[in-house]
């Protein structure tokens, strides 16, 4: 792909670590939370949308500021795990994880959201005609259907992960080998004079990366509206 020295291979392979995590730990919370938004009519339901999405519109370095001050070594929810759990999350590889799943889950809802909302509800209504309960219509109706569209959406949670930088820096450091991720990789390039071909080096690694992962989703999202659009014809 591109000429890399083991440690910026070591970046590449930290920041496909940290996108995994990312798409595995968003994908139950996400497709239940769009799910929720697309069936369902609830109080404060557009507050609850309105904290989902915060992080859209929140910069990013906001965010890392706030996961620092709750999951800080003082804060309330780190000192309860360090104490319970002897788990730190900050500085770590796995705090980069929660970082950028923070930033990355709004963009996952609003694509299954978008996929579950296209299934027709004929489709659920006759399956529970037949004694299906929500759960089983969940499963064997709505999930299938809307499949494409939810892998492409965690594939955006994992592309998005990919180029995160303000709320991983302040929550989990820059530290190479460690949490160093592609995006810190090219902005620590940067700082030195003379450093200009590793970071091109590095951007050429993130563009393809970035770019595959992109395209993979899209393709996954219309294949969903192709399927949505030949269910409805039926």
Known sequence: MVNLSPAEWSAVGLSLKVALGVAVVTAVPAVLAGW????????????????VHAP??????????????TFGRNGLIGKWLADHFDLRL???????V?????VAF?????SVRLAVSMVDQRLEEAAQTLGYNRFRVFMKVTLPLAWPGILGGILLAFSRSLGEFGATITFAGNVEGSTQTLPLAIYSALQVPGEETLAM??????LILCFASLLISELLTR????????????
Do not use: D
């Not at 900050?90 to 980069?96: K, M, N, P, R, S």
């Open 106 to 110: 709004p963009l996952a809802v609003r």
């Open 90 to 96: 900050v500085f770590t590889w796995q705090g980069a």
């Open 201 to 206: 080096r590095l951007v050429a690694a993130s």
């Open 223 to 234: 294949k969903a509206k192709r399927k949505m659009s030949s269910e409805s014809r039926r």
């Open 36 to 51: 929720l938004f697309a069936r369902k009519e609830f109080r404060g339901k557009l507050l609850l949308e309105s904290l």
């Open 98 to 102: 929660l970082a950028s799943a923070i």
């Open 56 to 69: 859209l519109v929140i910069p990013p370095v906001v965010t890392g500021y706030l996961l620092l001050v």
